[in-house]
């Protein structure tokens, strides 16, 4: 069941909602969309969420460009989702894995900075061992560019969106360096009036 | 590790968001929290996420309850979050455990009916079978009063908002009978201009 997992890059993907608190949602999304380039990522999205899949380096690149443009409006926005990597049977879109790794979103994302809250969950899979992976990520996590505290069935991140993103993206990679099939589900919320930081 | 998984009841809890897509969000949160009777729960929010933790009937008790106040207002809402049980360490909040098994919010939303499209994903933790764990629910899904599909890293249900709850519940309910830590993140919409159904 994991014979999809060998091979120098692995599909992964994420199912995830970009929600933002506003009349204007339909308007901050599309807007969104239109300054983010999905050209390197499959790409579907129904009444309920997008998915993304592809090399890991562009499914990051894609949910953190689309997260960082609506919070830049400045409305409360928030978005909550699942990645995943070496899910058994996921075995479409293979094509996009011979994209080049540059991530194409970086470069606008340059001069953007917004801060947000995030609370995330590791799930390695398929292992009596499991929590040690966790917590040793946890641990991990503390090294980067953002505030790192324990919640409930969470690890809460505060910092800067790109920050936030980057420290996702390393703690999901490193695990799943070692655990073939690893989920991270994940809530990011930008310019909440609670939050008074 | 899982020698808080024994015993008649366990402690289930879950972490989510409530998002109204209006410029009335704040409204609406605290409008369905005023009808929501949380006494059965330990409760926590913060600017990123609400948890309640104790028996699992409250739990999803609340949830439901919470969404399905929201969702009347007729606003394009949506709620993502994890609920979680058997998690190595999570022992506080043990008083709880003694409320009767009577869900408290029922009653207030026999009356209350809405459309609503879910995705949701079960993590039996710690077990080499969890795929089969996975495969075995969503099938037994498709006897419960939802249309059910599959999408990637996620099965979907359609029907109404209750039903949807109950599917999660019931879901949840008989992987966690087999497998001591079952974690299960879902994202729940309603009233989306997207949904032409």
């Known amino acids: 069941m994991t014979s999809n997992s060998c091979g120098t890059s692995r599909l992964a993907g994420c199912q995830f909602t970009l929600f933002p608190m506003s009349d204007k949602f339909v308007d901050i999304i599309l807007g969104a969309l239109e300054e983010v380039d999905t050209s390197k990522v499959w790409k579907d999205t129904d009444d309920v969420s997008t998915c993304v899949r592809g090399k890991m380096v562009h499914v990051f690149d894609v949910t953190k460009a689309l997260f960082l443009h609506a919070a830049k409006t400045g409305e409360h926005?928030?978005?909550?989702?699942?990645?995943?990597?070496?899910?058994?049977?996921?075995?479409e879109a293979d094509s996009y894995m011979d994209e080049a790794d540059a991530p194409v979103n970086e470069t606008k994302l340059n001069e953007l900075y917004r801060k947000a809250g995030c609370k995330f969950s590791l799930y390695p899979m398929g292992r009596a061992d499991y929590m040690e992976a966790i917590y040793e990520q946890i641990d991990l996590s503390k090294h980067r560019n953002v505030e790192v505290s324990a919640d409930h069935y969470a690890t809460r991140l505060d910092g800067d969106v790109k920050a936030i993103f980057e420290a996702l993206h390393q703690s999901f990679d490193s695990v799943q360096e070692k655990v073939s099939h690893v989920t991270m589900s994940f809530t990011i919320s930008a310019n909440s009036p609670s939050n008074k930081a």
Request: hydrophobic share 35%.
């Open 77 to 91: 926005v928030a978005m909550s989702g699942t990645f995943s990597i070496g899910c058994p049977g996921d075995t």
